[in-house]
DNA sequence: AACACGGCTGCGAAATCCGTAGGTCTCGGT
DNA sequence: ACCGAGACCTACGGATTTCGCAGCCGTGTT
């Protein structure tokens, strides 16, 4: 049938402290929960609970811990071109002086819906979705390259989307 | 109190059909919808019928629909850190021959999070999601560099994530 | 040993979900 | 003009789920 999760009672109750790097520690159990969470964000306590071999109750403080943490989130995410924007782009950023400053105004931008520092030819990436391509060159060129610390922009616009998955801890 | 979204009967019904390019349409209630469940992927029905003017059954009707489509999913989402995978990269990759063929191979593996074709110097954009150096190490240079086709690759690791949202139709 | 704490179970009440029947409006065919 | 099909809505009762809480059980601390 469905893989049952099996884990002796004593060995879970130790592992819920923080590690050392101050996340919190996540034990098979509350993977399973994700994983179940992965595949239908509205799926029933007592069927994840029938899944992980755990009580309705005991899913539910489960889950809602994890959300407390910030360790998951339940959302409805959508196509963004059945959405009506029809334009998207990648923009890498090359800055100087406050970098963290810069990739912080990105984020307050709503059009940016993704922003990364990273080591490379570029100081920051982040994914642009706009209506259409005005709305696109607005916010590149007026928008972006206006910050001050932006030293040059190179964008990579979208032609096709192949993948996209939310199955993180899912392998 | 919290905007209700008033949508005139006749209109809305008359709404309901493909739009020209294949995608259903989508009107403001179902875009209404698509919000609430965008801050919270589990609210009830109930809560999202008061919120946007319709009633339970409708609304369920509706998302069951929206999900039948395709046009939603409602999942969780993680931190990638938090569930044990510490290195993320960003790899553009220049390709010659069929490009296609190369962003589904890259598709196929499951390290990959997200693969999009675009224009600019870059061919392909994949997104990596790895446990440590050596694994990402391993998928580049063994994986992606060894498929047929593939010209030439640059990786931007990741630093530290600064946003990331899905609030594609929310604005 | 006693106690606090975190986590699980069990249970009854409240809220939600689900299927379905019936109404309205629009469009298309006869 | 009329009728039927289809899309979408509301209403409603029964099944299911969610919710809060009391109680229990290991573990670690004093």
Request: glycine share 4%; hydrophobic share 45%; no cysteine.
């Given at each position: 049938m469905h893989s049952e999760v099996v884990a002796s009672r004593s060995a879970d109750q130790r592992d819920s402290r923080e590690s050392r790097n101050g996340n919190p520690h996540l034990d098979a159990v509350s993977l399973a929960i994700i994983e179940q969470l992965q595949q239908d964000g509205r799926r029933p306590y007592a069927a994840i609970g029938k899944a992980v071999g755990l009580s309705e109750a005991a899913v539910r403080q489960r889950v809602q811990k994890l959300l407390d943490q910030g360790v998951m989130q339940i959302v409805a995410v959508t196509d963004p071109l059945t959405v009506g924007f029809r334009r998207q782009a990648m923009v890498g950023v090359n800055a100087e002086g406050d970098v963290e400053?810069?990739?912080?105004?990105?984020?307050?931008?709503s059009e940016v819906e993704y922003v990364v520092m990273t080591a490379g030819s570029f100081d920051i990436l982040a994914e642009i979705v706009c209506e259409d391509d005005d709305h696109l060159l607005d916010v590149i060129n007026k928008r972006i390259r206006a910050l001050p610390g932006v030293r040059s922009t190179?964008?990579?616009?979208y032609l096709k989307?192949?993948?996209?998955?939310?199955?993180?801890?899912?392998?």
């Open positions: 400053a810069i990739a912080d105004a990105l984020s307050d931008m190179e964008s990579f616009v989307l192949k993948k996209q998955t939310y199955m993180w801890g899912t392998r």
